[in-house]
């Protein structure tokens, strides 16, 4: 159980560094989210983003949806991290 919960908080971990990526790269208005390796980030961020842009549409151009996005893999690494 163990190794499952560790695995479980790893993926979180790195999830975490991929959306950072992707929030800082958002700044860029040249980047081209078409071509690698900016196509894949993309794939892999944006379904779970899209959950939350659902919830709150962007306001005036800036998107918040990835605080929520964070602050729910916050919760759960940490609930996970607890039951070490």
Partial sequence: ???????L???????SYLLIIRVLLTWFPNVN???QPFA???QVTDPYL???RSIIPPLGG???SPIL??????IVGGGLQ???
């Fill in 9 to 15: 908080v790893t993926f979180i971990t790195i999830y």
């Fill in 82 to 84: 607890g039951l070490r």
């Fill in 33 to 35: 989210w078409y071509n």
């Fill in 50 to 52: 899209n959950l939350f």
């Fill in 40 to 42: 894949a980030l993309s």
């Fill in 69 to 74: 996005a964070f602050l729910l893999l916050n």
């Fill in 62 to 64: 800036i998107d918040f």
């Fill in 1 to 7: 159980m163990d190794l499952l919960i560790n695995t």
